[in-house]
């Protein structure tokens, strides 16, 4: 693949904070174990285990983690830039970070219509997008890898990996795991969706992978994995660092919608898109919980920025930053700060952020090309 141009340079005010981005590798060994726990502790909603990951950081000074996409669609800010933001912050503490490009797993899953060829394109726009936004590829740390070539390639380490999770699970165990794709246990599955759990439990051992860096909606089958090492009499478990899942843009969608564009911000949306979706997203005033503008202010703006400014006419406050989230919440709780300015203030922070995608997809040809193609696939469940 060809590296992207686009990249933001560190002083570009689009560009992610310092946190965001990796640190040196001379940088990266002046990071104690305890610097290095927190930096990739701070992307996991939860951590299975904590102390197992400490201990594997004193031990290993470069740990492999593992996170895998279904290339199913235009891509959405948490695929997008919550991606970015983990990947540099687990590189910066040392991590080598090996991306799956899933696509025979996307074709068993039926997306693109069961299509390879177009799956394959929408992997190869994941791609272009991780690089344009920021993504720190330099030094190797980071590795696409397609999991069509790579199991073609060592098919005699694999099928036999898949073959024996499959036989030391019963079929009500694999069906559990089917929100890993999706799907619920009541869904008509097809034969192919029952290989899924097997064949992405056993990825991680394929990939040699110490940390399964996935969202909260991948749990499951992770912990199958580390079932799986009871069975095996394996000591050294794969650790789970499940990262928070972003809620769609309206009340009560619990997460983004690939089927219902006004759910989520994509990568490649004008500024007028953002604009729009973030003036009719659900924005409770004085209400945290379950309110997906501050939700897009934690888990994007502040990691991206380390601040948010919002401005606002004199007689309304004036215009104020904020330093923390926390010191956000508190103005909006108490009613100090309202949506009506939030938003546009939000809605300015995530273009800034886009806008190198952006400015990569309209001027570089092959990334042009590739989004054209990508808008003109119909996505389906």
Same mark, same amino acid.
């Given at each position: 693949?060809?590296?992207? /141009?686009?990249?933001?340079?560190?002083?570009?005010?689009?560009?992610?904070?310092?946190?965001?981005?990796?640190?040196?590798?001379?940088?990266?060994?002046?990071?104690?174990?305890?610097?290095?726990?927190?930096?990739?502790?701070?992307?996991?909603?939860?951590?299975?285990?904590?102390?197992?990951?400490?201990?594997?950081?004193?031990?290993?000074?470069?740990?492999?983690?593992?996170?895998?996409?279904?290339?199913?669609?235009?891509?959405?800010?948490?695929?997008?830039?919550?991606?970015?933001?983990?990947?540099?912050?687990?590189?910066?503490?040392?991590?080598?970070?090996?991306?799956?490009?899933?696509?025979?797993?996307?074709?068993?899953?039926?997306?693109?219509?069961?299509?390879?060829?177009?799956?394959?394109?929408?992997?190869?726009?994941?791609?272009?997008?991780? $690089?344009?936004?920021?993504?720190?590829?330099?030094?190797?740390?980071?590795?696409? !890898?397609?999991?069509?070539?790579?199991? *073609?390639?060592?098919?005699?380490?694999?099928?036999?990996?898949?073959?024996?999770?499959?036989?030391? /699970?019963?079929?009500?165990?694999?069906?559990?795991?089917?929100?890993?794709?999706?799907?619920?246990?009541? %869904?008509?599955?097809?034969?192919?969706?029952?290989?899924?759990?097997?064949?992405?439990?056993?990825?991680?051992?394929?990939?040699?992978?110490?940390?399964?860096?996935?969202?909260?909606?991948?749990?499951?089958?992770?912990?199958?994995?580390?079932?799986?090492?009871?069975?095996?009499?394996?000591?050294? $478990?794969?650790?789970?660092?499940?990262?928070?899942?972003?809620?769609?843009?309206?009340?009560?969608?619990?997460?983004?919608?690939?089927?219902?564009?006004?759910?989520?911000?994509?990568?490649?949306?004008?500024?007028?898109?953002? *604009?729009?979706?973030?003036?009719?997203?659900?924005?409770?005033?004085?209400?945290?919980?379950? *309110?997906?503008? !501050?939700?897009?202010?934690?888990?994007?703006?502040?990691?991206?920025?380390?601040?948010?400014?919002?401005?606002?006419?004199?007689?309304?406050?004036?215009?104020?930053?904020?330093?923390?989230?926390? %010191?956000?919440?508190?103005?909006?709780?108490?009613?100090?700060?309202?949506?009506? %300015? !939030?938003?546009?203030?939000?809605?300015?922070?995530?273009?800034?952020?886009?806008?190198?995608?952006?400015?990569?997809? *309209?001027? %570089?040809?092959?990334?042009?090309?590739?989004?054209?193609?990508?808008?003109?696939?119909?996505?389906? $469940?």
């Amino acid at each position: 693949m060809e590296n992207s /141009n686009a990249s933001s340079s560190a002083g570009d005010e689009n560009a992610p904070a310092e946190s965001v981005q990796s640190l040196s590798i001379s940088e990266q060994n002046q990071l104690s174990v305890r610097e290095r726990f927190e930096i990739i502790r701070s992307i996991g909603e939860e951590c299975i285990q904590e102390d197992e990951l400490e201990r594997l950081l004193a031990n290993k000074p470069h740990p492999i983690c593992y996170d895998g996409f279904e290339p199913s669609g235009r891509m959405h800010i948490a695929q997008g830039v919550m991606k970015v933001i983990n990947v540099n912050k687990l590189t910066s503490a040392g991590c080598k970070a090996k991306i799956w490009i899933a696509d025979w797993f996307a074709q068993l899953n039926k997306k693109m219509g069961g299509d390879l060829k177009k799956i394959q394109v929408v992997g190869q726009y994941f791609i272009e997008i991780w $690089k344009a936004a920021g993504m720190n590829i330099e030094g190797g740390q980071v590795e696409f !890898l397609w999991s069509s070539e790579e199991i *073609n390639k060592r098919a005699h380490e694999y099928w036999p990996l898949v073959m024996d999770i499959g036989i030391r /699970n019963n079929l009500p165990r694999i069906l559990r795991c089917c929100q890993i794709m999706g799907r619920s246990d009541q %869904d008509e599955l097809s034969a192919s969706q029952i290989f899924y759990p097997c064949m992405q439990c056993a990825d991680i051992f394929f990939l040699k992978a110490d940390i399964c860096q996935l969202g909260m909606d991948q749990r499951k089958v992770n912990m199958l994995a580390r079932e799986y090492c009871d069975d095996i009499k394996r000591k050294n $478990k794969p650790i789970i660092l499940s990262h928070h899942m972003l809620p769609g843009l309206q009340e009560g969608q619990e997460k983004m919608s690939k089927s219902d564009p006004s759910s989520s911000i994509y990568m490649e949306d004008e500024e007028a898109d953002v *604009n729009v979706k973030i003036k009719k997203a659900f924005c409770p005033p004085k209400v945290v919980e379950k *309110n997906p503008c !501050l939700e897009y202010m934690k888990y994007i703006v502040f990691p991206w920025f380390n601040e948010f400014t919002v401005e606002r006419k004199p007689e309304n406050g004036g215009a104020k930053t904020f330093k923390t989230f926390e %010191d956000l919440v508190a103005d909006y709780v108490s009613g100090e700060l309202h949506p009506a %300015d !939030l938003k546009p203030a939000l809605a300015k922070a995530i273009n800034q952020i886009l806008q190198p995608v952006r400015d990569h997809f *309209n001027n %570089d040809p092959k990334a042009k090309e590739l989004v054209k193609r990508v808008r003109s696939f119909k996505t389906t $469940k």
